[in-house]
């Protein structure tokens, strides 16, 4: 029986609602970056996603932005290195005040790729709002580029 891939790493962990002064498009363009360079992966570009708020672990631990994709609805959350985690719904957590939920990281970023679906846009009706062949109009939009 072949051996089954890790699809996570470390254990899931509670966070808090994390406010911040505004959006963080840096670590999503650094990830699109990484996924240009894989052209076997499902391409994404940083303007098919909304920042939707950050969650924190602790008061030392890690800042994760939530990204979520317009299309496909689903979310890439990502910690200022770059690394990618997963929501982990337990019924037994409470689920209100400032409480961000539970999240565990994806043990490589192929997996957290794959969870937002956008296999979709090739095997099922689902279009995309910004086709890949006008995301070079957006470019000059993202913060860091000439307008």
């Keep these: ?21 505004g959006p963080d498009w840096e670590l999503l363009e650094g990830f699109a970056r990484l996924v240009w360079q894989r052209p076997e992966l499902p391409q994404l570009h940083p303007v098919e996603f909304m920042h939707m708020t950050n969650v924190r672990r602790g008061r030392t631990g890690p800042s994760i932005r939530l990204y979520k994709h317009i299309d496909t609805r689903r979310y890439l959350n990502l910690d200022d290195g770059g690394h990618a985690y997963a929501y982990v719904f337990r019924e037994e957590d409470d689920h209100v005040d400032r409480s961000g939920g539970r999240y565990r990281r994806y043990a490589n970023p192929v997996d957290a790729i794959g969870a937002l679906g956008l296999w979709k846009f090739d095997s099922e009706r689902l279009f995309r709002s910004y086709p890949p062949e006008v995301w070079h109009r957006f470019d000059s939009m993202l913060p860091g580029r000439a307008r």
């Design 1 to 21: 029986m072949a051996e089954r891939r890790q699809l996570f790493t470390g254990r899931t962990f509670l966070t808090t609602i994390d406010h911040p002064p």
